[in-house]
């Protein structure tokens, strides 16, 4: 995939795409879905919710306030939920 800059006075080089989506392709909608789609799956292996809007997105783990053994297994729970995202992301690129 190529892509480049137009506007009226110039245009940039066209560069090989690595990476990502064009901005405002057709594909971009549905390869984003499909992402979000797979963070979802991360998630729901743990005792979490994801809340999201558009391209903002947001993980909540729920903590017994006082009781630590329940804070420390959240705790626990969170930081292997954001190595399964991060081992994800990389898998993906």
Do not use: W
Request: proline share 3%; charged share 20%.
């Amino acid at each position: 995939m190529q892509n480049n800059n137009k506007n009226e006075q110039s245009s940039s080089d066209t560069e090989r795409l690595r990476f990502g989506v064009p901005q405002g392709s057709c594909a971009g909608p549905v390869i984003f879905t499909l992402y979000i789609s797979a963070l979802n799956k991360v998630v729901q292996k743990y005792p979490a919710d994801l809340y999201g809007y558009a391209d903002d997105h947001k993980i909540a783990f729920k903590i017994q306030a006082g009781n630590h053994e329940n804070e420390a297994y959240v705790l626990q729970q969170l930081d292997k939920c954001l190595i399964d995202i991060i081992n994800g992301c990389q898998l993906s690129s």
